[in-house]
């Protein structure tokens, strides 16, 4: 079992930036692949970005590309998203979330693949 929690949300102005961080425990950190999705109320949650277990192989959504950027320290049982240029369209509940580990070497784009998820953070950006 793999506990995750987000920190780091808050209020910003647009054009500012912000790093969210997800702390995981429960078991070792390694060989889980990991991602941030977000999700604004009434909409379907989405897939922001995500990252293989060693870190070498990252994914981004087109409207993120460029401007964020998921890392993580395997050390510290630790993956952040670095937000840039942010925008009132980033506004959500930012989740990180795992997926079942085994060192797949692969990163997941899609929810269904994920299966330990932390409660979220809020992101607000203001125009």
């Known amino acids: 079992q793999v506990q995750l929690v987000e920190s780091g949300g808050g209020l910003v102005q647009a054009g500012e930036s912000l790093r969210l961080s997800c702390a995981a425990s429960?078991?070792?950190?390694?060989?889980?692949?990991m991602g941030w999705f977000r999700q604004v109320p009434g909409k379907e949650r989405e897939t922001v970005a995500a990252?293989?277990?060693?870190?070498?192989?990252?994914w981004y959504a087109d409207s993120v590309k460029g401007r964020f950027t998921i890392s993580r320290d395997n050390a510290k049982n630790t993956v952040y998203l670095q937000m840039s240029s942010l925008r009132a369209d980033d506004t959500a509940v930012y989740y990180c979330?795992?997926?079942?580990?085994?060192?797949?070497?692969?990163?997941?784009?899609?929810?269904?693949?994920?299966?330990?998820w932390g409660q979220g953070t809020q992101v607000t950006v203001s125009s």
């Open positions: 979330a795992a997926d079942r580990g085994g060192y797949t070497g692969l990163y997941y784009q899609y929810q269904k693949d994920y299966i330990y």
């Open positions: 990252i293989t277990w060693s870190g070498r192989g990252t």
């Open positions: 429960g078991r070792s950190f390694n060989g889980y692949a």
